[in-house]
C-alpha cells in the first residue's frame, strides 16, 4: 500500500460512510466559518488591527504558538491566504524573538495585545509554522519580506537543528545524536504527541539542502520511537516521556506537574499516526496500534472519551478529560491508519458530533476540524 505522498490519492472516509461529497463539503465549510468567523462565543480567531489576526486559547486567554501555527495550517489547506498572512504576521511581530538564548524561536505564549507571557519556546509550534510556510510557497508563491514563505520555513528549521552548535546560543530543539524532538528546547525528554514523521519526510525534500539527511533520520527516529512511547495493549501514549518511551513524571514544580498519562496533549499522538499512515504508509505497524487504541476505547470504556488513563488503561481516579471532543475527533482521525474494526463506528460518531461550545472549545475544535480535513480527504501536501 502506498500513501498519498506517492498516489496522489486522499482516501475520504465520510464518503466511504455514505455522506455525500455535498454535505461533506458543506460540513468543513461551516466548521471553518465558525472557527474564524461565527458568532463571539463560538469562534476563536480575531482580527488585529488592518492586517493581522490571532487565535485565542480560550481556556487559557492567551495566544499560543501551537494554535497560532494550528491556524495557518488550516488557512493555506482551505485556501485563505488573506487569514494566512494576517496570523503570520501577528506571529512574526508578537511571538518572534530576535535576541538571548530564544533568537529564532517564538515565544510559546502571548497576551491578546501582543505582549509576551514566557520567553521560551515550545517545538510543536515551530515544527508546524514551518510545514504550513512550505505549503504556502508551494500553493501561492514566495512574496516579499516576511512573506517569503519558503526561505522562513527554512530559516525556521535551520534554527530548531543548530541552535547550541555555538556557545551562547541556546539549545536546539531536536535531540543531535537521536534525532528526536524535545518537549523544549535542550531538555532531556519529548511529547510523543510532538512526533510528526510525515512532516520530517517533507522537509527532508524542502529544508537546507545541509540540513535535508537530518530530517530524513528524525522521520525514520520519530516512527520508531513511537513504538516505545505507545502501549503495546491499549495503544495510549503519554503526554511527555523519556527517550526511551517510558512516561515521564515530570515533578510538581515543573510544566504543571505530572504528564505521566494520557491526557490532553497525548490525543494529538493517535491522530498524528493516523494522517502520517493517510500520506505516507512507511510503518505498518501504524495500522494495528491505531486499532488497539479504538478497541481500548470502544471495547472497555464502551465509546466514552472522558476518563484520563495510564497508558497501560488504569483509570486515573478523580481525574475527567479536559477535552473530550478533541479526544473523540483523534479517535476518528485514526481511522486512517486502522486495520481493526471499530473504524466506521468512530467516523460515524464523529461525523454525529458537532463543535465544541464554551471556554474549553479552542483545542477541541483544532483538533476537530484537522480530522474533518484529514477524513474528508482535503489534509493535503501542497
Same mark, same amino acid.
Request: net charge negative; aromatic share 16%; with cysteine.
Given at each position: 500500500?502506498?500513501?498519498?505522498?506517492?498516489?496522489?490519492?486522499? @482516501?475520504?472516509?465520510?464518503?466511504?460512510?455514505?455522506?455525500?461529497?455535498?454535505?461533506?463539503?458543506?460540513?468543513?465549510?461551516?466548521?471553518?466559518?465558525?472557527?474564524?468567523?461565527?458568532?463571539?462565543?463560538?469562534?476563536?480567531?480575531?482580527?488585529?488591527?488592518?492586517?493581522?489576526?490571532?487565535?485565542?486559547?480560550?481556556?487559557?486567554?492567551?495566544?499560543?504558538?501551537?494554535?497560532?501555527? #494550528?491556524?495557518?495550517?488550516?488557512?493555506?489547506?482551505?485556501?485563505?491566504?488573506?487569514?494566512?498572512?494576517?496570523?503570520?504576521?501577528?506571529?512574526?511581530? #508578537?511571538?518572534?524573538?530576535?535576541?538571548?538564548?530564544?533568537?529564532?524561536?517564538?515565544? *510559546?505564549?502571548?497576551?491578546?495585545?501582543?505582549?509576551?507571557?514566557?520567553?521560551?519556546?515550545?517545538?510543536?509550534?515551530?515544527?508546524?509554522?514551518?510545514?504550513?510556510?512550505?505549503?504556502?510557497?508551494?500553493?501561492?508563491?514566495?512574496?516579499?519580506?516576511?512573506?517569503?514563505?519558503?526561505?522562513?520555513?527554512?530559516?525556521?528549521?535551520?534554527?530548531? $537543528?543548530?541552535?547550541?552548535?555555538?556557545?551562547?546560543?541556546?539549545?536546539?530543539?531536536?535531540?543531535?545524536?537521536?534525532?528526536?524532538?524535545?518537549? $523544549?528546547?535542550?531538555?532531556?525528554?519529548?511529547?510523543?504527541?510532538?512526533?510528526?514523521?510525515?512532516? #520530517?519526510?517533507?522537509?527532508?525534500? *524542502?529544508?537546507?539542502?545541509?540540513?535535508?539527511?537530518?530530517?530524513? @533520520?528524525?522521520?525514520?527516529?520519530?516512527?520508531?520511537?513511537?513504538?516505545?512511547?505507545?502501549?503495546?495493549?491499549?495503544?495510549?501514549?503519554?503526554?511527555?516521556?523519556?527517550?526511551?518511551?517510558?512516561?515521564?513524571?515530570?515533578?510538581?514544580?515543573? #510544566?504543571?506537574?505530572?504528564?505521566?498519562?494520557?491526557?490532553?496533549?497525548?490525543?494529538?499522538?493517535?491522530?498524528? %499516526?493516523?494522517?502520517?499512515?493517510?500520506?505516507?504508509?512507511?510503518?505498518?505497524?501504524?495500522?494495528?496500534?491505531?486499532?488497539? %487504541?479504538?478497541?481500548?476505547?470502544?471495547?472497555?470504556?464502551?465509546?466514552?472519551?472522558?476518563?484520563?488513563?495510564?497508558?497501560?488503561?488504569?483509570? $486515573?481516579?478523580?481525574?475527567?478529560?479536559?477535552?473530550?471532543?478533541?479526544?473523540?475527533?483523534?479517535?476518528?482521525?485514526?481511522?486512517?491508519?486502522?486495520?481493526?474494526?471499530?473504524?466506521?463506528?468512530?467516523?460515524?460518531?464523529?461525523?454525529?458530533?458537532?463543535?465544541?461550545?464554551?471556554?474549553? @472549545?479552542?483545542?477541541?475544535?483544532?483538533?476537530?476540524?484537522?480530522?474533518?480535513?484529514?477524513?474528508?480527504?482535503?489534509?493535503?501536501?501542497?
Amino acid at each position: 500500500m502506498q500513501g498519498a505522498f506517492y498516489t496522489g490519492t486522499y @482516501r475520504n472516509l465520510f464518503a466511504e460512510c455514505g455522506y455525500s461529497q455535498e454535505e461533506i463539503d458543506r460540513r468543513v465549510e461551516d466548521a471553518f466559518q465558525t472557527i474564524f468567523f461565527g458568532p463571539e462565543e463560538d469562534r476563536f480567531y480575531h482580527e488585529s488591527g488592518s492586517d493581522m489576526g490571532y487565535l485565542e486559547d480560550t481556556g487559557n486567554y492567551d495566544a499560543r504558538t501551537e494554535g497560532m501555527s #494550528y491556524g495557518m495550517m488550516m488557512c493555506v489547506q482551505m485556501d485563505r491566504k488573506d487569514l494566512f498572512d494576517r496570523i503570520w504576521k501577528w506571529a512574526k511581530t #508578537y511571538m518572534y524573538q530576535t535576541s538571548g538564548p530564544e533568537a529564532g524561536y517564538f515565544a *510559546w505564549s502571548c497576551a491578546p495585545d501582543g505582549k509576551k507571557n514566557a520567553e521560551g519556546a515550545a517545538p510543536d509550534g515551530e515544527e508546524y509554522f514551518a510545514m504550513a510556510l512550505f505549503f504556502a510557497s508551494h500553493r501561492w508563491g514566495d512574496g516579499e519580506g516576511i512573506f517569503n514563505y519558503s526561505a522562513e520555513a527554512r530559516q525556521i528549521l535551520h534554527d530548531c $537543528v543548530h541552535k547550541g552548535e555555538q556557545p551562547g546560543t541556546g539549545s536546539a530543539m531536536w535531540d543531535p545524536e537521536n534525532h528526536l524532538i524535545r518537549f $523544549v528546547a535542550g531538555c532531556d525528554f519529548s511529547d510523543p504527541s510532538y512526533h510528526l514523521p510525515h512532516f #520530517y519526510d517533507l522537509f527532508s525534500l *524542502w529544508a537546507n539542502e545541509e540540513d535535508r539527511p537530518f530530517w530524513k @533520520r528524525a522521520a525514520r527516529a520519530s516512527r520508531e520511537y513511537l513504538h516505545l512511547a505507545c502501549h503495546g495493549e491499549t495503544g495510549l501514549s503519554a503526554e511527555y516521556a523519556a527517550f526511551d518511551g517510558t512516561p515521564q513524571k515530570t515533578p510538581p514544580h515543573l #510544566y504543571g506537574g505530572r504528564h505521566d498519562w494520557f491526557y490532553s496533549d497525548a490525543y494529538r499522538t493517535a491522530a498524528n %499516526i493516523g494522517l502520517d499512515w493517510a500520506w505516507f504508509a512507511a510503518d505498518e505497524w501504524q495500522r494495528g496500534n491505531a486499532a488497539r %487504541i479504538q478497541r481500548f476505547f470502544s471495547e472497555e470504556q464502551g465509546g466514552r472519551t472522558d476518563g484520563v488513563f495510564l497508558i497501560d488503561g488504569t483509570p $486515573v481516579e478523580g481525574m475527567t478529560a479536559l477535552h473530550p471532543v478533541g479526544l473523540l475527533a483523534t479517535l476518528a482521525e485514526t481511522s486512517l491508519a486502522s486495520d481493526g474494526t471499530h473504524v466506521q463506528e468512530w467516523v460515524r460518531r464523529f461525523w454525529e458530533t458537532p463543535l465544541r461550545k464554551g471556554g474549553r @472549545r479552542y483545542y477541541d475544535n483544532c483538533l476537530y476540524f484537522f480530522a474533518l480535513l484529514a477524513l474528508s480527504g482535503k489534509y493535503r501536501i501542497w
